[in-house]
């Protein structure tokens, strides 16, 4: 049984790893390295993080085994797979930076979209629609390349306790200013805001993977064969908002990044009697496609925290 998530425990409360001076090492790194330096220097960054990260290996150890048993096929390293996640995610924040520099170009990003959603995000349609992210690969990228379209305008909703330093380190690395808004609850003055945003034509972008900071807002799903709470966020912002959900994987493979779009909800008309089924469907099945992204890239998975919150459990 899951334990209640305690102010210190909560993802939001632990001191991410990501500080000013690991962000700014990093952005010197791709800004002044050649290329052919760049592997060795991100794998002595990276293994000075996995030396002096016990939990967070250990969490990481927990997924994969949890990943393994939900999913035999999935083709984790056979040696050192904790540490290969690890280097993953050191790639995946090179590559954030990298982007911002133009290092990676419009050009470089293969569009997998069998539901032509990319013709609506081209074509401005008239109202906005949402999409759904997670912290399994690097969204990041795709947010970054969206400027490539012009008049298009993305919203990220976020919270603030860690996005500052990140936003203010990409900046220095070149990037123009991004659209968050910072939230920590959907309250009236935010939900007006955001309808206002959506009837313009923007979109918006939320993570629908992590509990929110206040925490009390979730539903309880099966992932990987455990019980998770995941937010419910996004699915509460479809139905207030009345709008299209669409899911967004920006994934790296052979040394190229696959923006997977695809359509996942309707839009929302749910009556306010069956709005808790609703959403609690629509979360289940936000965990089961998450989890089959996870078995076909398992090292792309960068939540680093206790996800399942049964550390003691095993």
């Not at 993080?49 to 990943?67: D, E, G, V």
């Not at 959603?117 to 906005?128: M, P």
Request: proline share 4%; aromatic share 10%; net charge positive.
């Amino acid at each position: 049984m899951n334990k209640p998530i305690s102010d210190t425990e909560h993802w939001a409360a632990q001191n991410e790893r990501g500080n000013r001076l690991f962000l700014g090492i990093t952005t010197l790194m791709v800004r002044c390295l050649p290329a052919w330096l760049m592997a060795p220097c991100i794998g002595l960054v990276v293994l000075y993080f996995y030396a002096t990260s016990p939990r967070q290996r250990r969490n990481i150890a927990r997924y994969q085994a949890r990943l393994q048993t939900a999913f035999p096929d999935a083709a984790l390293p056979k040696r050192w797979p904790v540490f290969k996640q690890f280097a993953a995610f050191g790639q995946a924040v090179c590559d954030r930076f990298a982007v911002w520099q133009r290092k990676i170009r419009y050009e470089d990003l293969v569009v997998d979209d069998p539901d032509n959603l990319y013709a609506q995000v081209k074509g401005r349609s008239l109202r906005g629609q949402i999409f759904v992210c997670s912290h399994l690969g690097n969204a990041e990228v795709c947010r970054a390349l969206v400027s490539h379209h012009q008049g298009f305008k993305l919203n990220v909703l976020a919270h603030s306790r860690h996005a500052e330093a990140f936003n203010a380190a990409l900046q220095k690395a070149g990037a123009d200013r991004i659209q968050i808004i910072q939230v920590t609850d959907l309250d009236a003055a935010l939900m007006m805001e955001l309808h206002r945003r959506i009837d313009a034509g923007e979109w918006l972008a939320v993570a629908a993977d992590r509990v929110p900071v206040r925490g009390g807002k979730t539903v309880p799903v099966s992932f990987l064969g455990h019980r998770a709470d995941m937010p419910q966020g996004a699915w509460l912002l479809a139905g207030l908002l009345k709008t299209c959900v669409n899911t967004l994987f920006c994934i790296r493979q052979n040394g190229r990044y696959h923006l997977k779009l695809r359509r996942f909800l309707d839009a929302a008309d749910w009556k306010r009697g069956g709005r808790h089924a609703a959403v609690a469907a629509a979360a289940q099945c936000f965990a089961d496609v998450l989890a089959q992204e996870c078995a076909q890239n398992p090292l792309q998975w960068f939540n680093f925290y206790d996800f399942w919150n049964d550390a003691d459990n095993g």
